[in-house]
């Protein structure tokens, strides 16, 4: 009969962390949805002053017209293209905010007697770091102005020289406003992901050991057992269980708890060389994950574990404790679907080997 499992029976959604990760794929869809209502609005709109030009309800000229359509076609297409995923959101912004530029180039030079057509460059600007942050707002604005120069200089009835300072000026400081908001946000973000990383840190450790808790550790062995099916690859796991914990705590203290603790995995995990992961499962109870170890090779570690941990003896000020441990192992069988079934046979080996006196290390298949 097992003495535990510490591999409970839970949904997987509820053992899900938020990550870091996480918190940058939700960022990434923001965004991507943020990008998909713009392209909508924007052709929308295009498309309507357009059909305005058609039925003589607004005045845009042929040349503007034609590229309204364009426009509102080509943001169409590429919303659809985004939507389907068949373009990333880095691509379709890439794309977006160039075709953006060039209708606000078009608006000034094809509709010179439209007072408010420079708008659509501080449109065009507020999208940019929205949507790609500092650097893309800060390209685009230099870009605007450098554009509207040349238009100034070289294209007949632009703006007057007062309203063409004016604009430049008014571009300048909407652009370094929009930096400073940008750069707040992205100074939030930071530390969102740090504070995501700390409690992600904290959610998958045990506060004394510092190795995987439990449920972490479920997860992680789920998808070892899977990958090593798929790929037809060995798996074994160790239930290791430090011998009379209680009695060394009647007798020195309960303060010595952690460093012991910490002494004993830290001697584990010198024997693993980063090729299994260890969990805590109880106050003197271990599981170790040994993706690519058969039967052999994990006897093998184990009798290694032992060994140190009754090689190195845990100090505590001027008195030296031996430990000894009881180690159960079991490895992944052919009928085994579940991480639990070799988890069933690993505690019973630890049973067999506590049973035996302790300070074994008892093999179950």
């Not at 991507?32 to 000229?61: C, E, K, P, Q, Y």
């Not at 503007?64 to 880095?90: A, C, G, M, P, T």
């Amino acid at each position: 009969m097992t003495n535990k499992m510490f591999f409970p029976k839970t949904d997987d959604a509820a053992l899900e962390l938020a990550t870091p990760e996480m918190l940058d794929n939700n960022d990434s869809i923001f965004k991507r949805s943020l990008l998909l209502r713009i392209m909508a609005i924007a052709g929308s709109l295009t498309a309507v002053f357009a059909l305005l030009n058609v039925f003589g309800l607004h005045d845009m000229g042929t040349a503007q017209r034609d590229f309204n359509f364009f426009f509102s076609v080509s943001n169409f297409i590429l919303f659809i293209i985004l939507q389907k995923r068949v373009v990333s959101f880095v691509t379709a912004c890439s794309l977006f905010l160039p075709l953006c530029y060039v209708g606000c180039i078009a608006a000034i030079i094809n509709v010179p007697e439209d007072a408010f057509r420079a708008i659509w460059f501080f449109l065009t600007i507020f999208y940019a770091y929205m949507l790609s942050g500092v650097l893309a707002g800060y390209t685009l604005t230099i870009s605007a102005i450098i554009g509207l120069g040349m238009i100034q200089a070289f294209v007949e009835e632009t703006y007057s020289e007062l309203s063409f300072v004016s604009v430049v000026i008014a571009l300048i400081f909407f652009s370094l406003s929009l930096s400073a908001f940008a750069k707040q946000m992205e100074k939030h973000r930071k530390q969102l992901r740090k504070q995501s990383r700390e409690l992600h840190y904290l959610a998958n450790k045990d506060p004394l050991t510092d190795v995987l808790n439990s449920k972490n550790h479920y997860i992680l062995g789920k998808a070892l057992l899977e990958e090593a099916k798929n790929n037809q690859q060995e798996l074994s796991m160790l239930c290791v269980y430090i011998d009379n914990l209680s009695s060394i705590y009647q007798k020195h203290g309960s303060l010595i708890e952690e460093p012991l603790l910490l002494h004993v995995e830290k001697l584990m995990n010198a024997q693993l060389y980063n090729k299994g992961d260890i969990a805590k499962v109880s106050q003197q109870e271990f599981c170790i994950l040994l993706p690519e170890y058969d039967m052999l090779s994990a006897k093998s570690l184990a009798q290694n574990i032992s060994d140190s941990v009754q090689q190195h003896l845990f100090s505590t000020g001027k008195t030296k404790i031996p430990l000894t441990l009881s180690i159960g192992i079991s490895t992944l069988l052919e009928n085994d679907n579940e991480i639990r079934s070799i988890q069933v046979r690993a505690d019973r080996a630890l049973n067999k080997a506590k049973a035996l006196g302790g300070n074994k290390v008892f093999c179950l298949t």
